[in-house]
């Protein structure tokens, strides 16, 4: 969708575009409420600055979205969709690395009360059970705080993914990087 667009949008159609980037409701209300921005890097930007705002309730409240690493999210919602592709390394996991990474969902979601979160685009199966491996060994603080930081890379991710400006005519990457920094 053109940057346009997605101004252009009455403010409930742009906010349901926005919630599936994150589904955090302040700051899904704010971008929709701050249009126009005039280009993706500075919509992007906006995003990445007000997301170092989220809180441990910000982040609960977005994972009730977001399936288990290693499960295979299924549905026609966008949200599903995107899951599906960002987790795309996981179909061809072995049997024992799923199990692993299953084994340590369980073990997390027992030491933190919410499902691990990692961006797991661009990350195979085994980089995303190391990181699970080390972030089990996080205080609770140090860890929603670094979970949040996945929520916002995520959320990039899908908002570049999402958007792109019409003056550069370039077509939305669904594999594109964050260039600015949660």
Do not use: C, K
Request: proline share 7%; net charge negative.
């Amino acid at each position: 969708m053109l940057l346009t667009e997605f101004e252009s949008l009455p403010a409930d159609e742009a906010a349901d575009l926005v919630r599936v980037w994150a589904d955090v409701p302040a700051w899904v209300a704010t971008l929709v409420a701050e249009r126009p921005y005039g280009s993706v890097s500075a919509l992007a930007a906006r995003a990445a600055e007000l997301a170092r705002e989220w809180t441990e309730g910000d982040l609960d409240a977005a994972l009730a979205q977001h399936p288990r690493i290693g499960d295979r999210p299924t549905g026609p919602g966008a949200e599903a969709g995107h899951s599906r592709r960002e987790q795309a390394s996981m179909s061809d996991a072995a049997a024992g690395m799923r199990e692993s990474i299953a084994a340590g969902n369980a073990e997390y979601e027992r030491r933190f009360g919410r499902v691990f979160l990692i961006r797991a685009a661009g990350r195979s199966p085994e980089e995303m059970l190391g990181e699970l491996e080390r972030r089990l060994g996080n205080p609770p603080e140090a860890e929603w705080r670094e979970a949040a930081g996945q929520l916002a890379e995520i959320a990039l991710l899908r908002l570049r993914a999402a958007l792109h400006d019409a003056q550069l005519g370039a077509e939305p990457r669904p594999d594109a990087e964050p260039t600015e920094e949660p």
